[in-house]
């Protein structure tokens, strides 16, 4: 699996580590050093079933500075992604990518459920409460 995080997000690094915990085996990727591309980006929103919109970091700085809680609504898929590919700041973390699962966000209790028992599919009712 590939860890995507923010080194210094306390919400990061309370999911690495209970990914260490839980004996998960991941690559870590710095979400800032290596953003991800709008190619990834595709991938893992039609995986996770999740709408585009769930990958921003709305509690940002980047996000509020720039308005997008009001621009969003009004931009193509096209021009989210490419907004999302340009600054790793603008992405919600951390993000969980397996081959086929990806979660957003760290909230434990669905981040146990979609891992249990070498489950990798989180199925859709699991993706909502993510």
């Known amino acids: 699996m590939l860890f995507i995080a923010y080194p210094k997000c306390s919400t990061c690094q309370k999911a690495r580590k209970w990914l260490e915990a ?23 929103r039609r995986l996770s079933g999740l709408p585009l919109k769930r990958f921003f970091n709305t509690s940002g700085r980047l996000y509020k500075e720039l308005g997008l809680k009001d621009k969003l609504p009004a931009m193509s898929e096209a021009e989210q992604l490419s907004l999302l590919a340009s600054d790793g700041m603008l992405v919600k973390r951390p993000i969980l990518v397996g081959e086929d699962l990806v979660l957003v966000g760290f909230r434990q209790d669905a981040w146990e459920a979609a891992l249990s028992n070498g489950r990798t599919d989180p199925g859709p009712r699991e993706i909502e409460r993510l």
């Open 22 to 44: 839980s004996g998960a085996a991941f690559d870590a990727r710095d979400i800032k050093e290596d953003r991800p591309t709008i190619d990834e980006l595709e991938r893992w």
